[in-house]
């Protein structure tokens, strides 16, 4: 039988501390919420190695991920998540992530565009007791206007590129947290809004899977 409580701790010491995830809160989040409840049963034994795992193939036909614990600790860091924080989290999948801001944040929508997957992330999340987590559905590159403003975006996963149309669910002083760009090459970025006017700030490299939605549009050569 998997002893998941020293999976997890083991996760912690050997795959974030060593990443230079330093942030108390964010260690005690991926200390606290249980990877394996939030993958498929034939996973679960192995839910806590620092690779993608795969939870489901979406209506779309693209295989989701739950993001691998490093890189994802790195991003939920760099968000400097506050308790008095409104959250958008894009790409919800099974939950997981959800489950990690909702024990820095006040509140979190979580977006999910696949039906099935919405359904298992309030399941679980439900089961669990994170009742500050409310589990939306729509396409993922259009947000969630009817909740905003948001004191923060959190893509889980990558964009090519980031739609306006999420900048514009921003609160004034806040910030979307996203890798942006293509393969090895993507980086972490921070988009911060003050009134009008949006900055860029990119940080570490990270190469992980883009989420249904955010690739670029094809353009055309004459």
């Known amino acids: 039988m998997t002893d998941y409580e020293a999976a997890r701790v083991h996760m912690v010491d050997c795959q974030l501390r060593t ?42 036909g693209e295989p989701r991920y739950i993001m691998e614990p490093s890189p994802l600790a790195k991003l939920v860091q760099l968000a400097d998540v506050k308790k008095t924080d409104v959250v958008l989290e894009i790409g919800a999948g099974e939950g997981y992530a959800a ?23 309030t399941q679980a999340l439900s089961t669990l007791g994170y009742d500050n987590v409310a589990v939306v559905t729509g396409p993922l590159e259009k947000g969630y206007a009817s909740e ?6 959190f893509l889980n ?46 940080y570490f490299n990270a190469a992980i899977t883009v989420l249904p939605g955010f690739r670029k549009a094809a353009e055309f050569v004459f």
Do not use: C, W
């Open 148 to 153: 905003a403003p948001y004191d923060l975006i």
């Open 99 to 121: 489950a990690i801001l909702s024990l820095l944040a006040g509140s979190v929508v979580a977006l999910e565009s696949d039906e099935a997957l919405a359904a298992n992330a």
């Open 157 to 202: 996963g990558a964009a090519e590129e980031v739609p306006p149309a999420l900048l514009g669910q921003l609160r004034d002083g806040g910030r979307l947290v996203a890798v942006t760009g293509n393969g090895h090459a993507a980086r972490a970025t921070v988009i911060s809004r003050e009134g009008a006017n949006y900055s860029t700030v990119r």
């Open 19 to 60: 990443t230079d995830v330093t942030s108390h809160p964010v260690l005690s989040a991926f200390l606290t919420v249980p990877r394996e409840a939030f993958l498929p049963e034939a996973l679960k034994a192995t839910a806590y190695i620092d690779e993608d795992m795969p939870v489901a193939k979406a209506a779309s």
